[in-house]
């Protein structure tokens, strides 16, 4: 054993000084593995923090998230009164708990500091062990606050509780002002809650449990719920449980829950579910360019072997056993690779904060990537495997070189050159190359050019020069639709005179706003639908300048005006439908004065509402998602003055290229109406759309830029190659020359070689093409699995820096002098 | 020591057609004997001596070595036999460049899994015994094609094999430091040690006590 460790040791002094010695070949190797193995390093950080590391919580794979599955949504939301019976009846959760992620005007009371907008979490008792988790101080929400007039609490985040409060454990018993109420802080909750996207405060149900709203079985207010699986029970038997409910609340309920089933998910997937994708055509891609630069290294190795047969024959004459050999062989590969992975690190540590800024704020766990032990012991992985890879296959041959003698020969005589089959094995790993840089520039051309159409996929307004501001009005303090209306006009008439500001409106569901409002409607005067056949409408509550602002031209009929009164009981309010409802359901007829019954209103007894115009149709959401597009919702807007909002976007028009005076003005004349009020997020419309996209943008940045290694290093591979054979032909290049051939003749040979390898390679990759083109799919948007466009760019893109690498040693040898070069022989 | 019958080396040609390097061989050698095998280039000389070795092992017919029937032996077995029994000296002294004396001197020693302690020990003994102490730093590039031939000598011998195999030892140097070679190796065979060696000189071949001439593959003189 020590006689091992010994001449280990032995193999590993020798590999260090072969390397230093061999400097050119060590830089380029490294240089190669460092591009490899720091790519799968950086996307394996990333996967790491997304897919692999646990939710921080306890058992988290018994953590099933609930929604409800309607004939339109998939996962929509649950209804509070659908979540009480199941609730009540349900047998395979050890707890159930309603939640729903809400952001809240934040004080620490009137007078006391800004008020802010902070992130948090809306819940039934229960939460917070449903996760596991306990409070940190204080106590948790029990059943008394679920209750409707249970004393106004709050659970604070321990980041908030350090923040604000000094970590000081008498924060137990303050009260602060949250969305317009005081309330008490009755715990602490700790930083592990990440639900909600790491949320600063908890409420409870009390204060909302009684809205008529939340009693309505058929109003879905974004919420979802929470279980964890008891001891035993499989997500399946949970799912048969409560659909079994369902189906009972079907029965009871047919006019709101007709068709209604529950849909089950583990919470992990529901936070990252949906970029395994992306992520796994990363790691497709990055293995792509590992493998491309172990051929690149394998290939470096064989020529190096080429020169070292001599070394290799001695030592086997001297009583070198093959494992002898190929041990020294390997040693030196997996040396090489673990420079080539401290690199690779050094570069991920490098490159990782351009990852992360590409990264869309708003994607779960992203940012957590850093690189810890398991990224570093996939990298010691990765540098072993690469250093087998690299090294496995050229120290079997050689030490599989066949007789003694014939090497010490071969190796005495000058002009030692390849075997066949040893040519043939460096050719195959040059087309290897070229056939996966094909199938990743092929993807990533893909990518590019689906980015490309979601980019400028026609949105039905113009975007830019408009400046969103987030603002939502505390139902406690702005309890009527008066004084909702009264804040919003006085903000608009304000904000309007601001220098600078060509328009200003409201909208209770901006485009690009990651929220969704829809409700059902019905064509009044035609025959009823079944309740599980309710179309439904993308609705929007705005103001009257809302399509000035959004450049949306009035179609038909006319736009919101005065004419239209703020409703009254009784009284019909007006709405804007979009084209694409007007030609489904008024295919053939003018919907101007037509009229639409309203499941929006609380009102049973409210008149139907009337078209007054038409607008077109819009995109909200980017594309790709489950969105308007893809689910055909029809669009509709409502006037604000006639149903208020208490939470919209204040949006405004300016032609000014620096916001930031507007900003200010905006902040001041808020505060000036009420100085309790913040505001939420501010950014202009342009960065919601490119924000939407981020994903997309992240995945083709990344894709490309693997592709653009893949080029790199297999255009290096096949420079190296054909360097090398002219090298080796040197003599039956001097001995053509000699009998007279032209320098372009034997330009046309090399060249023509080396883009022979490049041609098999090129048809081999583009059958890999394809199928990545096929596995991509679900992430493209608007174009096919085969592209002729991509496919033609990738084949250019390669053939054009192949032709750059074969085109020096190509020249080179038709400088090789005859005289010097059978002399040299 | 050595006892050879029938011996043959040939390769295929094609169909049914080969060509001979060596035919019909049947040699005996015995320990302690100095041997020069001498014969025009293509005669199959070092062929002969790179079977000997064991370095080559396309060969049919019967070779003994110390009564150990090699054409019996797997290549694996071969490989242990020759380790501890032949030490081998080149024409081109095929030391490893970025070796440097000491090390080249060691490397037989660590294939034949010596301990560290008895490698240093051994490779002492040798550079003492050569009067090579203080070159043992450098590397063979810094050293003459005598100096880089005495190295080749000492690292063959390093193991104390029974038997040592030369390949034109002298091809490469010029008169005194061929002289200073073969007075080497007589002195190594005057110690007991039994050597084979290939020359295409007479005065080399004239330190041994036997000549065998080849010619065409076959032995033609003795």
Request: with cysteine; hydrophobic share 45%.
């Amino acid at each position: 054993m020590i006689a091992e460790i010994s001449q280990m040791l032995d193999d590993i002094r020798y590999a260090v000084r072969q390397l230093v010695k061999h400097r050119s070949f060590t830089f380029i190797a490294v240089f190669a593995l460092s591009l490899g193995i720091g790519a799968n390093t950086a996307i394996f950080s990333v996967v790491n923090a997304v897919l692999l590391r646990p939710l921080p919580y306890p058992d988290p794979d018994k953590l099933i998230v609930l929604r409800e599955r309607s004939h339109i949504f998939d996962n929509g939301s649950v209804g509070y009164m659908n979540w009480l019976d199941w609730h009540a009846s349900q047998r395979s959760f050890s707890e159930l708990a309603l939640v729903r992620r809400e952001s809240f005007n934040f004080s620490l009371g009137s007078g006391l500091g800004s008020p802010e907008r902070v992130r948090g979490v809306r819940a039934s008792s229960g939460f917070l062990s449903v996760l596991g988790l306990k409070p940190k101080l204080g106590r948790d929400l029990s059943a008394v606050d679920d209750v409707a007039g249970a004393p106004n609490v709050t659970l604070i985040s321990e980041n908030l509780w350090r923040h604000d409060f000094g970590a000081s454990p008498s924060v137990l018993g303050r009260r602060v002002l949250i969305d317009g109420l005081q309330r008490e802080i009755i715990g602490v909750f700790p930083a592990q809650l990440q639900f909600g996207r790491n949320p600063d405060v908890l409420l409870p149900l009390s204060e909302i449990a009684k809205e008529p709203w939340m009693l309505k079985r058929d109003y879905h207010q974004g919420w979802a719920a929470l279980g964890r699986l008891k001891p035993g029970v499989t997500m399946s038997q949970a799912a048969s449980d409560l659909n079994a409910i369902a189906i009972d609340l079907e029965k009871k309920y047919p006019e709101s829950n007709a068709g209604r089933r529950v849909k089950m998910r583990p919470l992990f997937e529901t936070t990252v579910g949906d970029y395994r994708a992306s992520l796994n055509l990363l790691i497709g891609a990055v293995v792509c360019v590992l493998l491309i630069a172990c051929a690149n290294v394998a290939n470096l190795q064989f020529a190096r072997a080429l020169a070292r047969a001599r070394e290799i024959a001695v030592r086997s004459a001297l009583g070198a056993s093959r494992w002898s050999i190929a041990r020294q062989l390997l040693v030196e590969s997996t040396l090489l690779a673990f420079i080539g992975a401290v690199a690779g690190v050094l570069l991920t540590v490098w490159c990782m904060d351009a990852i992360l800024a590409l990264t869309p704020p708003n994607v779960p766990r992203f940012h957590q990537a850093t690189i810890d032990w398991h990224v570093l012991a996939f990298t010691t992985f990765a540098a072993v495997a690469t250093g087998v890879l690299v090294g496995v296959w050229p120290a079997w041959k050689i030490s599989h070189s066949g007789s003694i003698s014939v090497a010490l020969h071969e190796a005495g005589s000058r002009g030692s050159s390849d075997g066949l089959n040893r040519q043939r094995m460096r050719a195959g790993l040059v087309v290897m190359q070229a056939a996966l840089a094909i199938v990743l520039l092929a993807g990533a051309g893909l990518t590019l050019k689906s980015f490309w159409h979601a980019q400028n996929a026609p949105l039905g307004f113009e975007p830019h020069g408009v400046v969103n501001f987030t603002i939502s009005l505390p139902m406690a303090k702005y309890k009527t639709g008066e004084q909702r209306s009264a804040f919003w006009t006085q903000l608009l008439q304000r904000v309007q005179n601001i220098p600078g500001v060509d328009a200003a409106a409201i909208s209770s569901n901006s485009p690009f706003d990651d929220t969704e409002n829809d409700n059902f409607f019905h064509v009044t005067g035609t025959l009823p639908v079944p309740a599980d056949q309710r179309p439904t409408a993308e609705t929007s509550v705005v103001s009257p300048d809302y399509f000035r602002v959004m450049g949306m031209p009035i179609l038909r009929g006319r736009g919101f005006g005065p004419q239209d009164v703020p409703g009254e009981k009784g009284h019909s309010r007006s709405v804007i439908i979009d084209e694409s409802f007007a030609r489904k359901y008024f295919a053939g007829k003018d919907p101007i004065g037509q009229h639409i019954d309203d499941n929006d209103t609380l009102d049973e007894n409210a008149p139907p509402m009337t078209i007054v115009g038409v607008v077109p149709r819009t995109r909200n959401e980017a594309p790709g998602e489950l969105n308007v597009e893809a689910l055909h919702l029809v669009e509709e807007y409502l006037l604000a003055s006639q149903d208020p909002q208490p939470e919209s976007t204040l949006h405004v028009r300016t032609a000014l290229s620096d916001i930031a005076p507007i900003v200010a003005a905006v902040k001041r004349d808020v505060e000036s109406l009420d100085s309790d009020q913040p505001i939420g997020e501010i950014t202009t419309l342009d960065e919601a759309i490119a924000s939407s996209l981020a994903t997309r943008r992240l995945t083709m940045v990344l894709l490309g830029a693997f592709a653009v290694l893949a080029l790199v290093l297999a255009s290096v591979g096949l420079y190296g190659v054909m360097a090398l054979t002219v090298t080796q032909r040197t003599r039956e290049l001097g001995i053509r020359m000699a009998l007279g051939a032209e320098r372009t003749r034997i330009f046309k040979l090399v060249l023509g070689q080396g883009m022979s390898l490049m041609g098999i390679g090129i048809a081999i990759g583009l059958i890999g093409a394809v199928a990545a083109g096929r596995a991509l799919m679900s992430l493209l948007y608007n174009v096919g699995a085969v592209d002729a466009g991509a496919v033609l760019i990738a084949v250019f893109s390669l053939l054009a820096v192949a032709l750059i690498a074969c085109c020096v040693p190509a020249r080179r040898a038709t400088r090789v002098d005859p005289m010097v070069a059978l002399r040299t022989e | 020591m050595i006892k050879l019958r029938r011996l043959e080396r040939r390769y295929s040609l094609g169909k049914e057609k080969f060509f001979y390097v060596l035919r019909d061989i049947n040699l005996d050698i015995a320990e302690g004997e100095f041997v020069s095998v001498m014969g025009p280039s293509g005669a199959g000389k070092s062929t002969l001596l790179h079977i000997l070795g064991m370095h080559d092992h396309g060969w049919q017919g019967e070779y003994s070595l110390n009564d150990t029937a090699i054409h019996h032996l797997k290549p694996k077995e071969r490989a242990t036999l020759r380790n501890e029994q032949i030490g081998f000296v080149f024409q081109q002294y095929h030391l490893l460049d970025d070796l440097t004396v000491y090390e080249n001197l060691e490397i037989p020693l660590s294939y034949r899994h010596y301990s560290k302690s008895e490698r240093a020990a051994l490779v002492a003994d040798t550079l003492d015994r050569f009067q090579i102490v203080g070159k043992k730093d450098l590397y063979p590039r810094q050293l003459s094609g005598g100096q880089q031939q005495l190295v080749g000598v000492a690292r063959a011998i390093i193991a104390e094999p029974k038997l040592l195999l030369a390949d034109e030892p002298t091809g490469n140097l010029h008169s005194s430091q061929g002289e200073e070679i073969m007075e080497l190796f007589r002195k190594l065979n005057d110690e007991g040690m039994t050597i084979v060696q290939v020359t295409h000189s007479d005065k080399s071949a004239s330190y041994g006590k036997r000549v065998i001439q080849l010619r065409d593959g076959w032995i033609v003189n003795e």
